[in-house]
């Protein structure tokens, strides 16, 4: 008689077991080749997954443009400024290969007294080198300022990814 009262209370609980498995599987779907697709909760994942387990070939050339503005220029002339802030647009614009390359590390700090935010800092730092930026153009934009493009091709993230891994 125990027995069968511990069979039913196995059986019940495998039941009960199953059909809570059974609502988290309507979240799944299965493809034709019956790999599992995840819902729209957790696309974000498999999206950075991919990024991370795609190779190079799949990489597209890199733009980056970054500007300057003549008259903040340290100079005694006209033509020095401007030399300044096209050298200080390419910087930008290497800059910002770098934080596509490499990322962006942020930092922040918040000091609350009495439940009131009083200071609020943040921090943003980029670390990398760039090897190979191409310079496509470097363009006056309005009447004091610069914009210039740089962008590194494939072929270019290939060799650096190569270098990377020897080291």
């Known amino acids: 008689m125990k027995f069968i009262n511990l069979i039913k209370i ?48 799949k990489i597209p050339t890199l733009t980056a443009v970054g500007y ?30 770098a934080e596509q390359i490499h990322g962006i590390q942020v930092d922040s700090n918040t000091t609350v007294i009495d439940l009131m935010v009083q200071n609020d800092t943040f921090r943003a730092v980029v670390k990398g080198v760039i090897r190979g930026a191409k310079t496509v153009r470097i363009n006056p934009t309005g009447k004091d300022t610069y914009e210039t493009v740089l962008e590194i091709d494939r072929d270019m993230m290939m060799a650096l990814l190569r270098n990377a891994r020897r080291s």
């Open 68 to 97: 300057a503005v003549v008259s903040s220029q340290p100079g005694r002339t006209q033509a020095q400024k401007r030399l300044m802030a096209i050298r200080s647009s390419r910087m930008s614009a290497m800059r910002e290969l």
């Open 10 to 57: 196995i059986v019940t609980s495998c039941f009960l077991f199953l059909t809570s498995c059974m609502q988290s599987f309507d979240d799944l779907n299965l493809s034709k080749n019956n790999s599992i697709s995840i819902d729209k909760n957790t696309n974000g994942i498999v999206a950075l997954k991919e990024v991370f387990d795609s190779s190079v070939e």
